[in-house]
């Protein structure tokens, strides 16, 4: 499968992936139809730490 990564702020990358596989009995892969995230693109992150 084809995935968009992050390797920097500016630095986006579409990649070939493995398809993702139900590992642990918790696990659940899920299909998004609908939303955005074009917020990334300007650098937001709520969660995200700058590491030095």
Do not use: Q, Y
Request: hydrophobic share 40%; with cysteine; aromatic share 6%.
């Amino acid at each position: 499968m084809k995935a968009l990564s992050m390797h920097g702020k500016v630095d986006w990358r579409c990649e070939s992936m493995p398809d993702p596989k139900v590992e642990h009995g918790r696990d659940a892969i899920i299909n998004v139809t609908a939303g955005s995230e074009l917020h990334i693109f300007d650098g937001v992150f709520a969660s995200m730490k700058v590491r030095t």
